[in-house]
């Protein structure tokens, strides 16, 4: 529950993703990426990848069991609970290494700790890490709160596991969508590129 509750409203969030070299530079706080000429992140010398506009802020989470790497959250106009917050997520939901056994048992406990109806709006094989992919679209309302929440899963392959992004924006059931969150949130994952191999693969 303590990853989606986190992951949903954004309960702890570590530093303000700053915008600018020389914001990185002056943090004071030891932070576990650095900005390249390129103007991508390098992240603990695993990961590297296109970061958000200045607007949006570093989610960090504990490192454990069933929690996200690490991600990126800001406030939308309009009223609570206006917020759009996306995810890398090395070990999501689930453990079989079939993208579509994979993508049922995500969905089973995706956003599982609101009570959500929820509806497929697109699903599509896509390139990932220039291998096979899946994406997912969904939606999922609910009339009790008067809440709504669209939402993205991309799952890709790093050696024989799956990994995950996903971005979920949420409004008032009347509220209207911004699009252009999720443009962002494609260029961060398509940009998404592995340093060096990880635990599982060097074994």
């Known amino acids: 529950m303590k990853k989606m509750m986190l992951f949903m409203f954004s309960l702890i969030i570590g530093w303000v993703w700053l915008s600018g070299c020389a914001s990185?530079?002056?943090?004071?706080?030891?932070?576990?990426?650095?900005?390249?000429?390129?103007?991508?992140?390098?992240?603990?010398?695993e990961f590297e990848f296109l970061p958000p506009p200045p607007d949006w802020?570093?989610?960090?989470?504990?490192?454990?069991?069933?929690?996200?790497?690490?991600?990126?959250?800001?406030?939308d106009p309009g009223p609570f609970p206006s917020?759009?917050?996306?995810?890398?997520?090395?070990?999501?939901?689930?453990?079989?290494?079939?993208?579509?056994?994979?993508?049922?048992?995500?969905?089973?406990?995706?956003?599982?700790?609101?009570?959500?109806?929820?509806?497929?709006?697109?699903?599509?094989?896509?390139?990932?890490?220039?291998?096979?992919?899946?994406?997912?679209?969904?939606e999922g309302k609910d009339p009790v709160k008067k809440e709504k929440v669209r939402a993205k899963v991309v799952f890709g392959k790093r050696g024989e596991r799956i990994v995950g992004f996903y971005i979920t924006q949420w409004r008032y059931l009347d509220g209207t969508y911004d699009l252009s969150a999720f443009e962002i949130f494609d260029n961060f994952w398509k940009s998404f590129r592995f340093l060096k191999k990880s635990f599982y693969e060097t074994l």
Do not use: H
């Open 24 to 45: 990185f530079q002056s943090e004071k706080k030891p932070v576990p990426y650095r900005l390249t000429a390129q103007g991508t992140v390098i992240w603990e010398d």
């Open 57 to 75: 802020k570093l989610l960090l989470v504990e490192v454990g069991e069933n929690d996200i790497n690490f991600g990126f959250t800001r406030s």
């Open 83 to 138: 917020m759009t917050s996306f995810a890398y997520d090395e070990e999501p939901f689930g453990c079989s290494t079939k993208f579509e056994d994979r993508e049922r048992e995500f969905f089973k406990r995706f956003l599982f700790n609101a009570i959500l109806q929820f509806q497929i709006l697109e699903k599509n094989k896509v390139q990932v890490f220039g291998g096979e992919g899946v994406e997912v679209v969904v």
